[in-house]
């Protein structure tokens, strides 16, 4: 299995506009996602934008007149959550602004590496409103109450290399976009290379003590553990160790 780069989607070269997340740029990115998952030879995915930004928030032209009313009846936004329903691991690539709407499609994604100068920032609150894309919860999560609250109340900026610290961001890297692309294509085709069963159930359960308290989620970890006995690539793995040799997946 190898990994992939979804970079050059149409809406995402959007250059002039800083990438702004429309809702055509989400059909577009929805289908991309939704064609690699179904691939059953794509075993990572990388998600990136450019040197300037990985995106710099919602359309704010776009959703500017926007009335209480169609945000409520069309469920605005609600088609940003396709990419948690994945399996397939996604690798944000995040350098220059990754602000708004764009901090929060990183952190949908499983893993963020980002270059040391990217610029994080829920800004919500300068604009008269506030995270509506998970910003609220999934920051909170990842930093802790005090430090979100923070971001989130005064609309800071947040460098790269602060959100490495404070665990946000996995790596952070020197450079720009295509040495932060390198380093996750390389963590990409690393998890790639593994069993597909076990790369889909690990996933499952690191995303499940998110939702669960630490007694429920261990146990639940232990059945999915047992579960992977049931597989062919369990009993190829641990042959293999024994062996001295490297397992050769049947993604089963
Ligand atoms: C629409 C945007 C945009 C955005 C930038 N642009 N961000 N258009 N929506 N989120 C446009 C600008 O209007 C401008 O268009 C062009 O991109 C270049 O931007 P500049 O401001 O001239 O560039 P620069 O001075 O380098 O400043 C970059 C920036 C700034 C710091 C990123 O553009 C900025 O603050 N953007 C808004 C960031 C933001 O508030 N994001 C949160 C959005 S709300 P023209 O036509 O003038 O050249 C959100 C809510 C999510 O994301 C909740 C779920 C929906």
């Given at each position: 299995m190898s990994a992939v780069v979804l970079r050059n989607l149409r809406c995402l070269e959007s250059p002039k506009a800083l990438n702004a997340l429309s809702s055509a740029l989400f059909v577009e990115l929805n289908e991309a996602l939704k064609e690699c998952e179904e691939d059953s030879e794509i075993g990572a995915i990388v998600l990136t934008g450019s040197d300037k930004a990985f995106a710099a928030g919602a359309d704010i032209k776009e959703m500017a007149s926007l009335t209480f009313a169609e945000?409520?009846?069309k469920n605005f936004i609600a088609s940003w959550s396709f990419m948690s329903s994945l399996r397939t691991p996604v690798?944000?690539?995040?350098?220059?602004?990754a602000l708004g709407g764009g901090c929060e499609l990183a952190m949908m994604c499983d893993i963020i590496y980002a270059t040391k100068t990217a610029n994080f920032g829920q800004p919500e609150i300068k604009l008269g409103t506030i995270p509506g894309a998970g910003g609220s919860q999934r920051l909170?999560?990842?930093i802790g109450k005090s430090k979100a609250m923070e971001l989130?109340?005064?609309?800071n900026n947040y460098s790269g290399e602060q959100a490495e610290k404070d665990g946000l961001v996995a790596k952070a890297v020197e450079g720009g976009n295509k040495e932060v692309v390198d380093q996750a294509l390389a963590t990409a085709a690393k998890i790639a290379s593994y069993s597909r069963?076990?790369?889909v159930a690990a996933k499952e359960v690191v995303n499940k003590s998110q939702d669960l308290g630490i007694r429920e989620g261990v146990e639940y970890e232990r059945r999915i553990f047992h579960a992977l006995f049931g597989s062919q690539d369990q009993k190829i793995g641990m042959k293999a160790f024994a062996e001295k040799k490297k397992?050769?997946?049947?993604?089963s």
């Open positions: 945000a409520y009846s690798i944000a690539a995040v350098s220059g602004h909170t999560k990842a989130i109340l005064t609309g069963v076990a790369v397992a050769e997946w049947s993604h």
